[in-house]
Each structure stands twice: as C-alpha cells, then as structure tokens.
C-alpha cells in the first residue's frame, strides 16, 4: 500500500509541476488499511491562514477516526506559504505515515528539469528524482504537518448524525478538494 501511495503522490507532483504549479498539501486517511480518499488544502493566504489551512487538513482524518494518516507536501512551498525556514532538501516531496502511537518522515529530494517556459515567465517543469534519505521514524515536521498528524487522530464530535459527511461538506464549501474513495463515498 505504502509504494502506492509513494506513487500517487509522485505521480500528482510530476503532473503540477508539468503544469507549472506545486500541488497543494495532502491528506491520504485510512480506516483499517482502506484508503478513505485524498484531501487537498484549499487556497491560501501567506501566513496564519496557511499554517491554519493545512492544518485543518486533519479534520476529515478525524471525523473518519482514520487509524493511519499519509501527509504529502512540498518543502519550498509550505515554508514559502507559511513563512517559514526551509528545512531539510529542497526542492523534495515530502510524506509522512502517522498513525496515533507516532510518525515516519519520508524524503524524496528532486531536481526540476526544465520543460518549457511561457511569455508570462512561469515555467514547466519534471522532476528528476533523486536518491531518498532513509526514513525518519519520529523525524521533525514543519508546524503546520505536525498540527495536522497530531489532530488527525482526535476524534471530532459533533452532535449530528453523520459526522464524517458533514466534515466533508464543510471541507468543500471552504475550498479543500476532496476526492473520496468508492468504499467511502457519501
């Protein structure tokens, strides 16, 4: 599972930055190993707004009680959105597995190989990956991921009668893309 999940999101990356834009931070949620769906955070303001809406990326985990929670995010963009250092290779995708007892960081450094570049100066480019790190089990993550894995395993309460369904389309209305598995699917 955890290869294809690797995949997915290196697949996604390739596709963005083939288009000229970094994808936006992830969600990937599991309920007893099925993949729940994939999370995208919505549009955001550089700032507080950006630590809060990747953050918030935990609520649909936890609306779910998802047992396992795979984040995904680009190192310059997230520091850059949430004006923070840049920590760690850059560029590289980053994942992270958390369950509720702790969490792996896994790396994926790139180099970006230029496609093409528009009259408008922004540029296409594909990934070239490079070697990954080994993984780091309990390894350090940026605030706003830590928020987000440390909130995915808090169930959210909430006095109607489906909470996971009424997360979800809260999530939409504020602008996350959400895209439900089959199994999951409201």
Not at 38 to 65: C, F, H, Y
Not at 147 to 165: K, M, Q, R
Request: glycine fraction near 10%; proline fraction near 10%.
């Amino acid at each position: 599972m955890w290869d294809a999940l690797v995949g997915v999101a290196k697949k996604a990356y390739t596709a963005g930055l083939g288009e000229g834009a970094v994808p936006r931070p992830l969600i990937m949620p599991l309920v007893r190993g099925e993949l729940l769906g994939m999370i995208w955070a919505r549009p955001v303001k550089v700032g507080q707004d950006a630590l809060t809406g990747i953050a918030e990326l935990s609520n649909i985990a936890a609306a779910a009680r998802a047992d396992e929670a795979v984040l995904v995010w680009e190192t310059h963009d997230v520091a850059t959105a949430c004006e923070l250092p840049i920590v760690g290779p850059a560029p590289c995708l980053n994942m992270v597995f958390a369950t509720r007892d702790g969490h792996v960081l896994h790396q994926f450094p790139y180099t970006e190989q230029l496609l093409s570049r528009g009259t408008d100066g922004w540029a296409s480019v594909a990934p070239d990956w490079g070697p990954a790190p080994a993984p780091q089990p309990g390894g350090e993550l940026v605030p706003p991921i830590q928020a987000a894995v440390n909130y995915s395993f808090i169930p959210i309460e909430l006095d109607h009668p489906d909470p996971f369904g009424v997360t979800v389309v809260l999530m939409e209305e504020d602008g996350y893309r959400v895209s439900l598995t089959e199994a999951f699917d409201r």
